[in-house]
């Protein structure tokens, strides 16, 4: 279908609620997937409270952020996945910039934040990007016709205990590619992406950390590795000072 001239403007609206540096700030903060205060996020955005309040007004209107009540604060979080995925796509196409020197515990927590972090409820950075890379290789996902799971990667999540029964049903595509912000390669996203992250966690493999970072443990790199056919040290970090891109 084509688009119409009725179109143009409603995406101009969207648009205009993400042209703006604040609003874009506190969707970013959003991409960890919780539900935050509003004066979490006028911190995180670094302007004050009324005028943080005001940003939020026009995102919860224009239907990109929900908000729920709990006595005398309000909790907004990102309305759904596709608006998560929405801001992970903008983000992946933005140019990178290179940011200003920093202190040491800086560069280890962009450098952290590079490595492994969730994005929105699935998992980014190098090695969301490494999952992705190497599911493709052991022909447990075809691109055939779309990302799709083969009978070898059906009986891979089995395995894993990944409940796809449950996450067929759903609305939301079981898989897909988003261009990850720091790698400028993709991940995983979608149903599945979202439960793999989970199941991780769940299994102890990966443990979060500040924010959205996360951490493969010693535990989970040896299994993790395994699960995924790789020599161990490929999931290894990188030293700090070689993740790049400090916008994640």
Request: overall charge positive; some cysteine.
């Amino acid at each position: 279908m084509h688009p119409t001239t009725a179109d143009a403007p409603a995406l101009a609206q969207l648009a205009a609620l993400l042209a703006d540096t604040t609003r874009a700030r506190i969707c970013l903060a959003l991409l960890d997937g919780r539900a935050w205060t509003a004066g979490e996020l006028a911190r995180a955005a670094g302007v004050a409270a009324s005028t943080a309040s005001d940003h939020l007004s026009r995102l919860v209107d224009g239907g990109l952020l929900a908000q729920e009540r709990q006595g005398r604060h309000r909790y907004l979080r990102l309305a759904d996945p596709s608006v998560a995925q929405l801001i992970e796509d903008l983000a992946g196409r933005a140019p990178a910039e290179p940011g200003p020197a920093r202190s040491l515990r800086a560069a280890r927590a962009s450098a952290a934040l590079a490595y492994a972090r969730t994005c929105y409820d699935h998992l980014a950075g190098r090695l969301g990007v490494l999952v992705h890379d190497a599911l493709l290789d052991r022909g447990l996902l075809d691109r055939a016709g779309g990302l799709t799971l083969t009978p070898a990667g059906l009986d891979w999540c089995a395995d894993l205990g990944l409940p796809l029964a449950t996450l067929r049903p759903t609305r939301r595509p079981l898989l897909r590619d988003c261009l990850d912000w720091t790698e400028r390669r993709p991940h995983l996203s979608g149903a599945l992406a979202a439960a793999l992250c989970g199941r991780l966690l769940d299994l102890g493999w990966l443990a979060r950390g500040d924010g959205r970072i996360v951490r493969l443990t010693p535990a989970g790199a040896p299994e993790l590795a395994a699960a995924l056919g790789v020599p161990a040290a490929t999931l290894a970090p990188p030293a700090t000072g070689s993740a790049g891109g400090g916008r994640a």
